[in-house]
């Protein structure tokens, strides 16, 4: 009697476990696939929560990432508002909040990530939100309607987006950030400072340096307390400080964990039996010099779930596709391809006050990424080049003259 399969489950109903499950189906795999996640109805996008869901130009249902009738077409059993609580890899089965337990052949950890909490007295008061899931975002569009005053706590990408939504909506806004530019970690000194002066044109107000100290109340939040003494008056805070791998389950069970779940180049674990995709998983990426890197972005995730799903099809090969990463704040399309920082030199391509410009960043003398503002073209032809392993020298990228479709295209 052949041994009854018992399938792929996924832990994770976001764009990493929902493409996991399509993945698989479009490569032929025509065993059980179940996926499990905490967040109750369909899967469905995050990056339009902070920008189009926010301006009401998209509802909740076009957030999701496919329609109802689509899980039971493609037999996609969709766990959705049940809680993975424990792991049993010696028996391959997950426990779920509810008691019951789903026996798996394959188990793959799409678990995400959550916000960094800001360790401040008063950062639970009301009038303090954070944006990451579906609830959250209605929370804030709730609050944001009657806002008087709004103090965002951390100048990142969900940061930005958000200021540029109240001053779209002619509220005032103040971004508070630690250190001495807008999206430090992310893009180069010179990409930040055109973002931000975009930003100080539209109204938003920045206070760099400035560490939080405390959420005043006493009831509700009604201003930022900062480290030097001063207060930022507002009626809405929203805290966008970074976020924070779910690697707990996967903690639990014995598996390694370096920031995030610790998977190998086809994104593996250390039991074959279980794999890990999505911004819950690290992984070394050529893209990082063979470094292990965390990638919070849509690509990393969809791509990743292909990889896997490949992997478990019998078609396996190593995670190389290109990262990017896009963000739109206000008239601003930010579109980043590669993994630019660290740098050690920056070019810039076009002319900012021409509508657009794209800085080349190289480290060790070869293109590590390419950051483009309002220039599409530009970032398509830099995810070509890194993909190909081409490396236009600094005064070719540089030269408005040179024609790096060409190089790209090889």
């Known amino acids: 009697m052949p041994v009854p399969m018992n399938g792929i489950v996924v832990v994770g109903t976001g764009q990493a476990g929902f493409q996991l499950g399509a993945s698989l189906r479009e490569s032929g795999y025509a065993g059980p696939v179940t996926l499990v996640g905490d967040e109750p109805g369909l899967p469905y996008g995050r990056p339009p929560l902070s920008k189009a869901y926010m301006l009401g130009k998209t509802d909740a249902a076009g ?11 493609h037999r996609l059993a969709l766990r959705a508002g049940e809680r993975a609580v424990a792991i049993d890899r010696a028996g391959r089965r997950l426990h779920l909040a509810s008691g019951e337990a789903l026996a798996y052949d394959h188990l793959v950890l799409a678990t995400g990530s959550r916000n960094r909490p800001l360790p401040v007295p ?3 008061l009301a009038g303090v939100h954070q944006l990451r899931t579906l609830a959250e975002a209605d929370a804030l569009k709730a609050a944001l309607a009657g806002a008087k005053a709004v103090a965002v706590v ?4 969900i940061g930005l987006e958000f200021a540029a939504v109240c001053a779209r909506k002619g509220v005032s806004v103040t971004v508070i950030e630690g250190l001495e530019r807008p999206l430090a970690r992310s893009v180069s000194a010179g990409m930040a400072a055109l973002i931000e002066a975009s930003h100080l044109a539209a109204g938003v107000r920045f206070l760099f340096g400035s560490g939080v100290s405390a959420i005043l109340g006493p009831d509700r939040a009604r201003a ?4 030097d003494g001063r207060e930022i008056a507002a009626d809405l805070i929203l805290v966008g400080i970074g976020v924070l791998p779910n690697a707990d389950l996967a903690a639990a069970a014995g598996l390694r964990i370096e920031n995030g779940i610790a998977v190998d180049a086809m994104l593996a674990t250390e039991d074959p039996a279980i794999s890990g995709i999505g911004d819950g998983a690290s992984f070394p990426s050529p893209h990082a010099d ?3 890197v965390r990638i919070e972005s849509v690509q990393n995730a969809v791509d990743g779930a292909r990889c896997v799903a490949a992997r ?3 078609r396996p090969a190593a995670f190389t596709a290109v990262p990017w990463f896009w963000s739109d704040q206000g008239p601003l399309k930010l579109q980043i391809a590669g993994l630019c920082q660290p740098h050690d030199l920056a070019v810039r391509r076009g002319d900012p006050e021409a509508g657009g410009v794209s800085v080349f960043c190289y480290r060790d003398g070869r293109l590590a990424g390419v950051e483009s503002l309002n220039r599409p073209a530009d970032h398509m032809i830099a995810r070509r080049l890194l993909q190909a392993g081409r490396n236009p020298a600094p005064d070719q990228a540089a030269d408005p003259g040179f024609d790096l479709k060409a190089l790209a295209l090889g």
């Open 63 to 73: 957030l999701s990432l496919r329609p109802e009738a689509y899980f039971a077409e």
């Open 122 to 124: 008063g950062a639970d």
């Open 154 to 157: 951390g100048a990142g990408f």
């Open 224 to 227: 930022v307390a900062l480290a």
């Open 290 to 292: 063979g470094a292990r």
């Open 312 to 314: 478990l099809t019998g």
